[in-house]
C-alpha cells in the first residue's frame, strides 16, 4: 500500500509534456488509469481545504484540464462553474496571467473573455449542434436566450439570426409543437430575426452541409443586417440574452 500512495517509487517513462503546465506527467507503474501531475507554479491561492482535504480551486482544475479537453466540453465548463458562482472569468483571467503561454493557455484566455457569450444548453442534441459550430470555428452564439416571448436554442445578434435544433421527440410527432414552432418563426421574422432549423438527422448525418449553409447565412445576414433587428436600436423587454448572467 505504501509503494501505491509513493508515485516516486513507482515511476516509469516520462509520458509528453502537458501543454496547459509546462510540467511532465509520471505513470504509475502497473496503473496506467492513474497519472501523477506535478507542479512548480502553484500559489496558495490555487489551493482549497474541503473537508481536510486539499486541492485546487476551480480555475485551476479548469488549467489543469485545459490541453485534455475539447474546446466545447471546456467552454461548457467553464460556464458551469461561473454559473454556479464556482469561480469567475475574472479569477481565470488573473490566473492566467501568470502562467506561461501555450495553447491551451490562450484557448482558456479566449473562453475567459468578458464578451464571449455563456453556451449553456439544455439538450445533448443541442450540445451536438454548438460543438459542430466550435469545430467549425463559426462565432459563438448566445444560448437559451429570450426572445419575444419564446426561448431560441442558439441567438447571434450581429446577424439578427436564430437557429433552432428540433429533436424528433418534442417536435415531430406533435401537432401542437409544430404550430407553435411555425408561430415563432413567424415571430422572430416580423422583428427582422431569421431563423434556421436543424433537425436530429441533420446534426448527425449531414454536418459539414449545415455548417457550411449557417456559415454563409451568417456571413451574408452580418453584411445585410436588417435595419429593425433588436441590435440595431436600444434594447427592448423582447431580447434577454442569458450569457449576461455569466460575465
Known amino acids: 500500500m505504501d509503494s501505491e500512495r509513493d508515485p516516486e517509487r513507482n515511476r516509469d517513462r516520462t509520458a509528453d509534456p502537458d501543454p496547459a503546465r509546462g510540467a511532465p506527467l509520471r505513470r504509475v507503474s502497473g496503473r496506467p488509469d492513474v497519472i501523477f501531475h506535478r507542479f512548480q507554479d502553484l500559489l496558495p491561492t490555487d489551493l482549497r481545504t474541503l473537508e481536510r482535504l486539499p486541492m485546487t480551486t476551480v480555475e485551476r482544475a479548469l488549467l489543469d484540464a485545459a490541453g485534455a479537453l475539447p474546446a466545447r466540453t471546456l467552454a461548457r465548463a ?40 455563456s453556451g449553456l444548453t439544455e439538450s445533448r442534441l443541442a450540445e451536438r449542434a454548438l460543438a459542430l459550430i466550435a469545430a467549425a470555428q463559426l462565432p459563438a452564439p448566445h444560448t437559451e436566450v429570450e426572445l419575444f416571448g419564446y426561448r431560441a ?95
Open 153 to 247: 436554442d442558439a441567438y447571434w445578434p450581429e446577424a439578427a439570426l436564430v437557429l433552432e435544433i428540433d429533436s424528433f421527440g418534442f417536435h415531430g410527432l406533435m401537432r401542437e409543437n409544430f404550430n407553435r414552432d411555425r408561430l415563432k418563426d413567424r415571430t422572430l421574422g416580423r422583428h427582422g430575426i431569421a431563423v434556421v432549423r436543424w433537425s436530429e438527422d441533420d446534426v448527425a448525418r449531414r454536418g459539414l452541409e449545415i455548417i457550411a449553409a449557417l456559415a454563409t447565412t451568417i456571413a451574408r445576414r452580418h453584411d445585410g443586417r436588417p435595419r429593425d433587428s433588436p441590435h440595431t436600436r436600444p434594447p427592448t423587454p423582447g431580447y434577454a440574452p442569458r450569457s449576461a448572467a455569466a460575465r
Open 78 to 117: 467553464l460556464d458551469e462553474a461561473v454559473a454556479a458562482r464556482w469561480t469567475s472569468r475574472t479569477k481565470l483571467r488573473e490566473l492566467l496571467d501568470r502562467v506561461s503561454p501555450c495553447p491551451a493557455v490562450r484557448l482558456l484566455a479566449q473562453l475567459a473573455d468578458p464578451g464571449r457569450p
